[in-house]
Every structure is written in C-alpha cells, then in structure tokens.
C-alpha cells in the first residue's frame, strides 16, 4: 500500500495551495481518508476526513470555511484545496486512510495507512 501525497509550498497569509495525495495497493473506496498535519513542536492533529463514497466531510474548527477535501474513487486520489491559508498553518501535512472509521474524526492512532507528508509553510 503507498500513500504519495504532494502540493505542499511555501505560500504567502491569504494565500491557496491544493494537496493531492494519491493511493494504490488498496480498496480505495473501502477507507475513509483524510488529512492530518503536525505544525512544529506540536502533536499530530486532525484536519478533515470524507466519507467512503465522498457525500460527507468533516472538517477540524480551525479549518472551517477555508479548506475543502474531496476524493475521486476512480482515480485513487483525496485532495485538500486550502484558501486563505494563515501561518498558523503551516505543517507537514499527511494524507491518511482509516478501514474500520465510524466516523469522520480521524484519531492518529487509528490510521491505517499513512502518505509521506509535505511541507506547508505560509509566510506572514
């Protein structure tokens, strides 16, 4: 199973960047994936999820508004589209995949699959 996850960048405050992460080696449409990050010296946290089939998402409050994930189960992709990005954050943000979620919040340490994580970093 190989999560690649890419986009990140280095992006002024008020600024949009797109994360893409694509999935192979697993049933794509059987997870539920989402986005996690980990701004420096700080805990893994959750961001967002989407539901199996894509008709729910789940977004973190500090993301509200201002983040959208989507996923394309043809393609194997999920993707974060972030507008109005502010340095708060700025992260190494991961794609993640969770079989057996009852939920959309994603708990870190029930990920089943992680991607490699890239590097957001907005500017102030």
């Known amino acids: 199973v190989q999560l690649q996850a890419f986009g990140g960048g280095l992006v002024q405050a008020g600024g949009f960047l797109r994360l893409s992460c694509a999935a192979s080696?697993?049933?794509?449409?059987?997870?539920?994936l989402g986005w996690l990050r980990q701004p420096p010296g700080k805990e893994r946290e959750f961001v967002a999820a989407?539901?199996?089939?894509?008709?729910?998402?789940y977004y973190a409050d500090f993301v509200k508004g201002r983040f959208a994930i989507s996923r394309d189960n043809a393609q194997n992709t999920v993707d974060l589209q972030m507008h109005g990005l502010k340095p708060e954050d700025t992260a190494v943000y991961y794609c993640a995949a969770d079989w057996s979620a009852r939920s959309l919040y994603l708990a870190a340490n029930d990920i089943d699959y992680w991607g490699q994580g890239t590097q957001v970093t907005v500017s102030s």
């Open positions: 989407i539901s199996r089939r894509g008709g729910s998402t």
């Open positions: 080696g697993l049933t794509f449409a059987n997870y539920v």
